[in-house]
């Protein structure tokens, strides 16, 4: 069983409907991930939390607005998404930062998004 | 920048056979290099990583690779797979300067189907 837990599994919307995602890690890690899996296209890092402050955002759309309240959990907020937006968001959690490389990422089980 | 390149999308193996994934990665600096698979339905775990040290790496559900420096390579191999290694492997690849498994950049993955 993983120790990130990301909820619902599976979410339809309309691109004119707000909805979120939620992550929550029980690993005790300080540092939480948002990525973006496409079909055909490598893992697309979108927004690094380190000890609750954003430390990154990879040029994501405004559409899509991280919020992270503690250290254990993570919200991806979605509104006006395309249908371009559609694919698996997975959420990750690691020790960070320092010796982040012997703490490897822990991946959630990921929320297939469908935006018609 | 940073890249990596899995030569082949897919590949199909028969059971106890051998099997090689390749990964090439280019950079212009020292890397970390890592292996993660993703069973289906599921998030990313890591296989294995190399960081220093030994150039052949052993993981986890004997799988290994080899860094290669002079070929730019991380091969992963396994001598006899299992139905239960069917999966979609990613090769990734983090500059030693980023300090951050958030930082990594993955491969497009390689969809391994072992059949009976």
């Known amino acids: 069983e993983t120790g990130v837990t990301q909820t619902p599994r599976h979410l339809v919307m309309g691109m004119t409907n707000k909805k979120s995602l939620k992550c929550e890690q029980h690993?005790?890690?300080?540092?939480m991930y948002w990525y973006k899996q496409s079909a055909k296209k490598p893992l697309e890092l979108m927004f690094v939390y380190s000890l609750e402050e954003r430390v990154e955002n990879n040029s994501v759309p405004s559409r899509f607005s991280p919020e992270c309240p503690n250290s254990s959990h993570l919200f991806l907020h979605l509104h006006t998404l395309q249908p371009e937006d559609s694919a698996l968001y997975l959420c990750?959690?690691?020790?960070?930062?320092?010796?982040?490389?012997?703490?490897?990422?822990?991946f959630g089980n990921g929320t297939r998004l469908t935006v018609t | 920048a940073q890249s990596v390149t899995q030569l082949d999308s897919q590949v199909p193996v028969f059971e106890e056979a051998p099997v090689e994934l390749r990964c090439n990665y280019s950079s212009s600096v020292s890397v970390y290099l890592f292996w993660y698979v993703q069973y289906p339905n599921q998030g990313l775990q890591l296989l294995l990583k190399?960081?220093?040290?030994?150039?052949l790496v052993k993981g986890i559900n004997g799988f290994e690779a080899e860094f290669n420096k002079s070929q730019t390579s991380f091969h992963l191999r396994k001598p006899s797979v299992h139905i239960s290694d069917t999966a979609e492997y990613f090769c990734?690849?983090?500059?030693?300067?980023?300090?951050?498994?958030?930082?990594?950049?993955f491969g497009k993955g390689t969809k391994l189907s072992v059949k009976p």
């Open positions: 190399y960081l220093s040290g030994s150039t």
């Open positions: 690993l005790g890690h300080n540092a």
């Open positions: 990734a690849v983090s500059d030693l300067k980023k300090g951050s498994q958030g930082n990594l950049i």
């Open positions: 990750a959690s690691s020790q960070d930062p320092g010796s982040s490389y012997n703490s490897p990422l822990h």
